[in-house]
């Protein structure tokens, strides 16, 4: 069992930068990959970035690469998702979720933490 919490969130302006956390509690963390997902008012939830149980393999959607950085410290239970070079599209509820392996699909995910809130202005 894996319990995830999110934060770090927050209103940011256009250029800003912002450092979700997510902090995970159950003692086979390290075993889990870890991934991040937004979702927009009205719009699908959408795949960001995953990290494997290591920290040295890591996955970026298209739109984030370049801008978005994700690492762990399995020492502290935590995994981190640097969001540089902030866009108004990047509005959403940040989620992060645990799953075996790196993935990239939600359904692929056992656990969820609920969210944190990034607005960005223009």
């Known amino acids: 069992q894996v319990q995830l919490v999110e934060s770090g969130g927050g209103l940011a302006q256009a250029g800003g930068s912002l450092r979700l956390s997510c902090a995970a509690s159950?003692?086979?963390?390290?075993?889990?990959?870890i991934g991040w997902f937004r979702q927009a008012p009205g719009k699908e939830r959408e795949f960001v970035a995953a990290?494997?149980?290591?920290?040295?393999?890591?996955y970026y959607a298209d739109s984030m690469k370049g801008r978005f950085t994700i690492s762990r410290d399995n020492a502290k239970n935590t995994v981190y998702l640097q969001m540089n070079s902030l866009k108004p599209d990047d509005t959403a509820v940040y989620t992060c979720?645990?799953?075996?392996?790196?993935?990239?699909?939600?359904?692929?995910?056992?656990?969820w933490g609920q969210g944190t809130q990034v607005t960005v202005s223009s």
């Open positions: 979720a645990a799953a075996r392996g790196i993935r990239a699909r939600a359904r692929d995910y056992e656990y």
């Open positions: 159950g003692r086979t963390f390290s075993a889990y990959g």
């Open positions: 990290i494997d149980w290591s920290g040295t393999s890591t």
